[in-house]
């Protein structure tokens, strides 16, 4: 790696973006992004579909040539030294980026020949992601028979046969259900504990992002938050109350009075508790709990957060 | 940037070509069944019907015929990996966008010569091939016509966004490169206009070359064996050059994603 010299900080970023931007004719699809990545982070892209967190990725992934600003990754330019950042970087698309007519096996040789590794190393690392991802018995059969969540975990070991520093991950867990995607969290937190590589993650599922060190909320090409999802959580409060019942505006101007403001999202109603003794909210429930049908309480997420935020209320 | 040749990912690509090639076996079928039927039937027929040696005159034409569509189609192939997504693998490989095309057209044109030569060991079965040949100059005419013709169906295939041009790439790319040759009658021969788009037409100088060197006693061939290979040299440089450029304008990868875009919303 050249880096100038007194420019430490630039080096030690993953990714470090300034004013990064792209239009396509009169469309802005990102707007002067800056972002700075640690190396080891776990960052989160968060924002509505179209809000240009894949446009982003791919500028930084050198599938896009920016139409304004720069950005550095693993310490290479992404427009002089795009090679370079390719093979310091895992990229896993939104869609699938595997050959259906072969093998899983087929499929990872495939990958791990483009990334120029040997075919030994290939072989070895082909055996040890397969039994991580618990796609040791698919190992001969074509991409097309394997289900959804088995070819998106396969699309993953693929992003990451050759090891890379820096792991993109673009809504890994889109259009799948529950266990699967439960599933593919599992495979990118043993990734993760076990090779430390930095990982960049796009998603508007957000309780996802909420095992993010920092997430950054991006809507119409502008980054419009960034933080912690853990202090953002527990800026909102310790717990959430959630309230249903016969005379709903009633229950909730008793809770109102002693919780503050709280939020209505059709038959239901939230609160947020900062007290972390629920002995609290057990006295408050002896107090007016007959009148709910439903009372329960949770620890917050960032979709509270979020909910929150985009009610125009104050974290406080 | 580090541009040395990788031939790691060359051999990736080729080694998925041939896979697909040998379980595509219709593909494979219809590559040796399509210039047979050239051969025998409109061969055959005319050479009754005319009485000339019509028949022997076709076999560097079919043998090209099988080169002209196997290699065209195996690049062809670069659009469906554009739709299915296979070329996002390619794309984000650490390597300059333009070794793509470069592994893409090699991988084309050597399934294109194994194609050539399974037709090959057929016609000699069938008699049509083997006596008087001369094989140094025929394996070096497979190699640079394959290599043409890959690299004009990389040409194609590197401005062509979806399958659905298909149809239209067979009609007015394929056929005309085909019947616009030497390959059914001798370019001497043909009514001045056509002639002169035959003398245009690069892959006239491939079937040109396999007339050298499969009927070296017949004098079909027209023109020099030399002229030959410089113009499929040129063909080929000038089609992988500009398809090279137009790759890596991330032109290969951007309109993919308006693409997905568009389906998205």
Redo the contacts between chains.
Sequence with gaps: MNAPLGSAVDTRAAIRASGLGKRYGQLTAVDGLDIEISPGEFFGLLGPNGSGKTTTLHMLATLIRPSAGSATVAGFDVVREPVSVRAAIGLVFQESALDRMLSVAENLRFAGLLHDLPLRVIAQRQRELLELFGLEDKRDQPVATLSGGMRRALDIARGVLHQPRILFLDEPTIGLDLPNRRRIWRFIEHLRARTGMTVLLTTHYLEEAHGCDRVAFIRKGRLVESGAPRAWVERLGRHMLEVEGPDLDGLAAALEAKLGAGLREGDVAYFRCRDEDVGAIARLQAEIGSRASAWRVRRPNLNDVFLWVTDGKDLG | ???RP?F??V???L??EL??MF?QRTRLVAAMVRPLIWLLVIGGGFSALLGVEYQSFLVPGVLGMTMLFGAMLAALTTVYDKE???M?????????HAWIVIAKVASAAAAAMLQALLLLALLAVLGYAGSGTRWGLLAAALAATSLACAAIGMLTAAFSRSLDNFAGIMNFVIFPVFFLSGSLYPVRDLPPALGWIATANPYTYGVDLLKHALLPHAASADFAVGLDFAVLALATAAAVAVASWRFSR?SA??PM??V??GR??
């Design positions: 940037m580090r541009l990788r790691r990912p051999y990736a690509v080694e998925r896979l697909r379980r299915s997504g296979v996002r693998m390619l794309v984000i490989a650490p390597m300059p991330e990868y951007e994603i308006h997905l875009a998205a919303k």
